[in-house]
């Protein structure tokens, strides 16, 4: 590649608002520890985003039908994190990703970059409520998951 092909495709990754920045920005903006690695889950929690604020899901492709809606663009976002280290997940077994943004480098990304890009297309408003209703989204499904174990050690078998 070029020079020139090289500064032209920075730039549109610089200016352009890709879908690894829409969910970036959520989850840094959800202030989230962890999250669930619960692919039905999150699924189901960014389509239902996707329907609420569809001028941030542009680039993706949900396929409503089946188990649960499905876009290979979010799973596809949640391993590159995991490649780049922004989420963690110390053994495949384990049922969270750790978000790793009280990592300097991570948090630096996303209050430099992300958040500025968000901010420069009049974008940050909407992730910063969809983090918001993300953090509040998983805290449930976390209080529910506590509930079903709890009931499960005091229920005889």
């Known amino acids: 590649m070029s020079t020139t092909a090289r500064e032209r ?3 549109v990754i610089e200016e352009s608002v890709l879908p690894g920045d829409v969910v970036a920005g ?3 903006a959800s202030q ?3 999250i669930p690695s619960n692919e039905l889950l999150l699924s189901s929690i960014f389509y239902e985003f996707a329907r609420e604020k569809p001028h941030l899901f542009e680039d993706f492709d949900f396929f409503p039908g089946g188990t649960y809606p499905f876009t ?10 995991e490649t780049e280290h922004f989420l963690g997940k ?10 790793k943004s009280e990592d300097s480098n ?4 996303i209050n430099k970059w992300v958040f500025q890009k968000l ?17 509040l989204r998983v805290s449930a499904f976390e ?8 009931e499960q050690v005091s229920s005889p078998e």
Do not use: C
């Not at 290979?72 to 994190?81: C, G, P, T």
């Open 9 to 11: 495709a920075r730039q």
């Open 106 to 109: 991570v948090g630096e990304w």
């Open 26 to 28: 959520i989850i840094g």
């Open 119 to 135: 901010e420069r297309h009049g974008l940050l408003a909407d992730v910063r409520e969809l983090g918001e209703k993300l953090r």
């Open 32 to 34: 989230l520890e962890s």
């Open 90 to 99: 110390p053994n495949p077994t384990y049922r969270q990703h750790i978000v």
């Open 143 to 150: 209080a529910r998951q506590r509930q079903k174990a709890a």
């Open 72 to 81: 290979d663009v979010l799973q596809e976002q949640l391993n590159h994190f």
